[in-house]
């Protein structure tokens, strides 16, 4: 076997904070082959992320590398001069960040950009290089790439912008592509595609890939080899094959148990019509409209959601799956009277909810109450976390004053925090915390209907299943009723009795889960179930 | 971290008030200030005796015996006038800050809260007291309606607030936007309490520094004015004193050099002390 084409040997990474050097990665080896997918999975915090960042010779001002080589083509990186790193980085190791929207600059189009990148680094003339660039484009399948090559980012989707990323890390033909969490910010559908772009230029160019991700399905999906962190260090590494079918560490074992099964564990599909007599919510026609300023003063309608109908049978959960731009969230809010609605009927326990005015509405918020998904936006920073709770059984409801923080100290047993945590504030807690804040103040006023809207989407997926299984606790013990607003099928497909599925404002369909994720009848359901990855891919056939 | 340790609350203030002891420049300027406000108020028990008072011969020169800063040009105590004076000059820019914030949160509220037409007019509003020549707005304030201490207050205050309207304002629009302002809504928060006791509380740091500064700029606002003649005569104010000093500018520098190193020591621990602000309760900075 040839040698490695980079090796990381005993890498320790510190950054300094008020409280001295602290390693964010200690000890932690990895060699990459040519040609091969290596996967560095973790979650947020792991040292992943800043494992890339230092063999790009990019740590941040406050972090460097504290003990262990990096070495590349026979040299060690970490002791190079910063304009021999600039000549490798970009020239030989490219990288792809996570969020399209802010890695282009917005005041070039795309085609400069990338024109940029080949003149500084490949000393191309200016015209050589415009038409490299809209080969590149061409290459990472941006229709019409002559024409788009004019464009600026704003004018193109997030997943195009995602493959001018690409482009631009691959426009020098570099040996080792790094991407950091590439299609975290992308959808389900717009990911798989990605993937495949990625998955080709890596088999044509024989670049050497890194990929960063917190998904053990994608990993499974796209590397040959993968290496688990956790808190810093290595905890396993392997094949993928081997790792998924034979995990030895705990951690490794429930990353792999986070990926959901989108296979229904029964194929009974009789009851395929969601069917309620007396259902909690009744939804009918439900339409909501914004206003969008254009140019010169002009105004026009955009329809986020288009007349639909649902039910919510009480003590169950409908989920209302979508990707982003369905209109999931907006037809969610307009239920709970917090976004406005235009036309249609909404009945909660008898109540119409959209015909209510000025105190009749604000007391009837008490019966609905929403989990956000920010757990960093969704909490009052000024407010203690008890306060926080008892905001809305001050403003609604007709408990006791006196008996209020009784109750506070009593839902925060109940989601799993210690009532000695109510004096503490919102930054004082971790995501996963702050969301059971977030639970305990929806309880607080003992609301029938519950929107969960993507409750669980900003967590690490191992928090993200205990959360899952507080709130389906919480259900069982309260007979609580969940709107349950989400774009990740694995979450939906564990939380919910029926689905919905929206699409570009339109409810395409609706159904019980085994039916919806057994036998879908729509093309876009059966391309929105493709598209999630999984481990399957990776799974020895059972013998 | 053990969540044990963590079971102490810390709040955001408390932390700001922690990255503000750090800072060095900002802590003299605090001193500075104190110090400035303790011969405010205690001046006239430390020195008393009517500032406007003819006690010796005119243009005595600083540290003649019993006159340490000497005497003006009627023969008046420079160092009474001085000690006297910082007690206007601080009140008239605490009170004029006082105004410009209460009237640009009051409109900056309204508008970043409200939307809509309510927003149009009072924006519009503040872009026409943003465009009056201020100092001319002002001096017309002061001489329809008398030159009292009360209404170069207002006068000083009814030009400052659009900077604080604006930035109330932006505030507003961004932290509506955020989920627990929506969470707050649905927990049944009206109006009212969303905006004046969910988003004020968290608009409030860029506020505090500007109006830090305010004091500072309305400090020399009101020198300017008393400079022009366009203040209480009867009253002993640091901008007053160069006002009327100023004929002997060439002849006898220090009666207008002294008041003027006065007002620059306190702008000066003024702005310090907002800088200290900004730094400590801007989150973006306190992780360097």
């Given amino acids: ?543 | 971290m053990s969540e044990q340790t963590q079971l102490k609350a810390r709040s955001p203030f408390a932390e700001a008030f922690e990255m503000f002891r750090r800072n060095h420049a900002a802590l003299a300027g605090l001193a500075v200030l104190l110090a400035i406000i303790a011969v405010a108020i205690l001046g006239p028990v430390l020195y008393p005796g009517n500032p406007f008072d003819m006690v010796w011969a005119p243009f005595t020169t600083p540290g003649t015996e019993g006159y340490l800063l000497g005497t003006d040009y009627l023969g008046r105590d420079l160092l009474s006038l001085l000690i006297h004076g910082a007690r206007v000059s601080l009140t008239v820019g605490l009170a004029a800050a006082f105004v410009t914030v209460t009237i640009g949160i009051t409109i900056g509220a309204l508008a970043g809260f409200y939307r809509g037409w309510v927003e149009e007019v009072l924006m519009r509003l503040t872009e026409f007291f943003q465009v009056l020549p201020t100092l001319l707005f002002s001096m017309v304030i002061v001489a329809l309606f008398g030159a009292s201490l009360l209404m170069i207050t207002i006068a000083i205050g009814l030009v400052s607030w659009p900077a604080v309207a604006r930035i109330t304002r932006a505030e507003f629009l961004r932290i509506r936007e955020l989920e627990y302002v929506t969470a707050a809504r649905a927990g049944g928060v009206r109006n009212g309490g969303l905006m004046f006791r969910v988003i004020l509380p968290n608009a409030l740091p860029p506020i505090i520094v500007q109006a830090a500064l305010m004091v500072g700029s309305a400090i020399l606002f009101e020198a300017g004015l008393s400079f022009l003649g366009l203040t209480d005569p009867n009253v002993a104010s640091w901008g007053q004193i160069i006002g009327s000093n100023r004929q002997y500018i060439l002849d006898a520098s220090y009666t207008v050099t002294v008041p003027g190193i006065a007002i620059f020591i306190t702008v000066l621990a003024i702005s310090l002390v907002g800088d200290g602000l900004n730094d400590a309760l801007n989150p973006k900075l306190r992780e360097r």
Avoid at chain 1, 42 to 65: C, F, H, Q, Y
Avoid at chain 1, 206 to 231: F, P, S, Y
Avoid at chain 1, 279 to 301: A, C, N
Wanted: aromatic share 4%; hydrophobic share 45%; with cysteine.
């Fill in chain 1, 1 to 543: 076997m040839s040698a490695p084409l980079l090796s990381v040997e005993n890498l320790r990474i510190e950054l300094a904070t008020r409280g001295g050097m602290v390693p964010v990665v200690d000890d932690l080896s990895l060699w990459l082959n040519p040609g091969e997918t290596l996967s560095i999975v973790g979650e947020s915090g792991s040292g992943k992320s800043m494992t890339a960042l230092a063999v790009m010779g990019l740590l941040p001002r406050i972090g460097r590398v504290a003990n262990g080589r990096i070495m590349f083509e026979g040299q060690d990186m970490t002791q190079m001069e910063d304009a021999a790193l600039r000549r490798i980085r970009g020239n030989q190791i490219g990288m792809i960040f996570q969020e399209p929207m802010t890695s282009l600059n917005p005041v070039y189009t795309v085609g400069e950009q990338i024109a940029e990148v080949l003149r500084h680094h490949q000393n191309q003339s200016a015209a050589e290089a415009w038409g490299n660039a809209i080969d590149l484009l061409d290459a990472v399948r941006i229709p019409n790439a002559k024409g788009r090559a004019g464009t600026y980012p704003h004018e193109m989707s997030g997943g195009q912008r995602q493959r001018v990323m690409i482009a631009m890390a691959l426009a020098c033909r570099p040996k080792i592509l790094i991407a950091d969490e590439p299609t975290t910010a992308l959808d389900v559908t717009v990911q798989a595609e990605i993937f495949d772009l990625m998955r080709d230029l890596a088999r044509e160019t024989q670049t050497a890939t890194i990929l960063i991700t917190h998904d053990m399905g994608v990993v499974a999906e796209m590397a040959d080899r993968v290496v688990v962190m956790l808190k810093g260090r290595k905890v396993e590494d392997g094949t993928v094959v081997d790792l998924v079918n034979r995990p030895q560490h705990d951690y490794t074992k429930s990353l792999i148990a986070s990926v959901p099964h989108l296979t229904p564990e029964t194929r009974d599909t009789s009851a395929a019509q969601v069917e309620i007599d007396q259902p909690l919510l009744s939804v009918r026609d439900l339409t909501v409209q914004f206003p969008v300023k254009k140019r010169f003063g002009k105004r026009e309608i955009f329809t986020a959601v288009n007349g639909i109908s649902f039910d919510v049978e009480r003590g169950k959960t409908l989920a209302i799956v979508g990707e982003s731009g369905s209109g999931k969230t907006t037809a969610a809010l307009a239920v709970a009277r917090l976004v406005a609605a235009q036309a249609g009927q909404v009945t909660l326990d008898g109540t119409d909810m959209l015909s209510l005015e000025g105190e009749a509405l604000r007391q009837a918020r008490a019966n609905v109450q929403v989990i956000f998904q920010d757990p960093y936006s969704s909490l009052n920073p000024r407010l203690r976390a008890g306060a926080i709770v008892r905001e809305p059984m001050d403003n609604l409801g007709n408990l006791p004053a006196a008996q209020r923080d009784a109750r506070v100290a009593e839902l925060f047993e109940q989601v799993g925090l210690e009532p000695a945590q109510m004096q503490l504030f919102p930054h004082q807690f971790s995501g996963g915390q702050r969301q059971r804040i977030s639970i305990a103040r929806a309880l607080s006023t003992n609301p029938s209907l519950i929107i969960c809207d993507e409750a669980v989407s900003a967590l690490d997926v191992i928090i993200q299943a205990q959360i899952l299984d507080l709130l389906h606790d919480l259900q069982r013990e309260l007979d609580l009723t969940y709107l349950f607003i989400s774009h990740d099928l694995g979450v939906v497909q564990q939380m919910c009795d029926h689905v919905a599925v929206m699409y570009m404002g339109d409810i395409v369909e609706y159904g019980t889960r085994n039916a919806v994720f057994a036998e879908p009848t729509q093309a876009y359901t059966r391309n929105l179930l493709a598209a999630v990855p999984s481990v399957e891919s990776a799974k020895e056939p059972v013998q």
